[in-house]
């Protein structure tokens, strides 16, 4: 069946380091790719997307791009903020799966920015 | 704000007991997904209504079950609650039953003692 496997955390950064958190995926179709943002206390926030290979989802100065040949998802940002520390999951979706449109997240990865 | 609102925010039983969480989708959705967030298990899906039917089943226990009235709501029933069922619950919605964007709400805590 389709998976989803992000780098274990936690992941601790200096302000305006540079963050990569690697995510890669197995699926039998060909599925749209997403991640989203868990701040403390939160429901989850979808952060960027990415329907087909070789686009380039962004928002908030993240970026990631779906790449079919590696079947991979990284998500990547310049220079994080302290306002950027939360758990960000990797997520699938595969209209050919049983489970339809639902989302098939990756065990998510902790991020904590430090001052 | 999601639009995605979940009640109760908290909820505390014991083994054996059956409880109801409630979710009302962003105004204009159609769709409700049931997923369950746990530390061993990470985020799974549940189930997904649309419009009133059921859409598509994830790792649904058969203790479990849901439904979607005609407001749109859903509600999620938890039976024969075990020490194992203690977890995040969080419902999304999207606007139609084919659509990859969906809003979480913030959540109900289930602690089952």
């Known amino acids: 069946g389709d998976s989803v496997t992000q780098m274990e955390g936690p992941v601790t950064l200096s302000e305006e380091a540079f963050l990569t958190i690697n995510c890669t995926y197995t699926a039998t179709g060909y599925p749209s790719l997403f991640w989203y943002v868990q701040y403390p206390g939160e429901g989850l926030q979808l952060l960027l997307k990415?329907?087909?290979?070789?686009d380039k989802g962004s928002n908030k100065g993240f970026e990631a791009t779906y790449r079919k040949e590696t079947t991979s998802f990284h998500l990547e940002k310049g220079s994080v903020q302290v306002s950027d520390s939360a758990v960000y999951f990797c997520a699938l979706s595969d209209m050919n799966s049983n489970s339809g449109y639902a989302l098939n997240f990756g065990k998510g990865t902790s991020l904590l920015v430090t001052p | 704000d999601s639009g995605v609102t979940q009640t109760p925010k908290h909820l505390i039983t014991a083994t054996g007991q059956r409880v109801t969480l409630r979710c009302s989708p962003r105004?204009?959705?159609?769709?409700v997904y049931w997923y369950q967030q746990s530390l061993d298990q990470g985020l799974q899906f549940l189930i997904q209504y649309y419009n009133g039917e059921e859409r598509a089943k994830g790792n649904i226990l058969e203790r479990f079950s849901a439904q979607q009235f005609p407001d749109l709501h859903s509600e999620l029933n938890l039976s024969s609650l075990e020490l194992g069922d203690s977890a995040l619950y969080f419902c999304?919605?999207?606007?139609?039953?084919?659509?990859?964007?969906?809003?979480f709400g913030p959540g109900t805590r289930l602690t089952v003692t």
């Open positions: 999304a919605s999207s606007e139609t039953g084919n659509s990859y964007e969906q809003y």
């Open positions: 105004s204009g959705d159609l769709s």
């Open positions: 990415a329907t087909k290979a070789d």
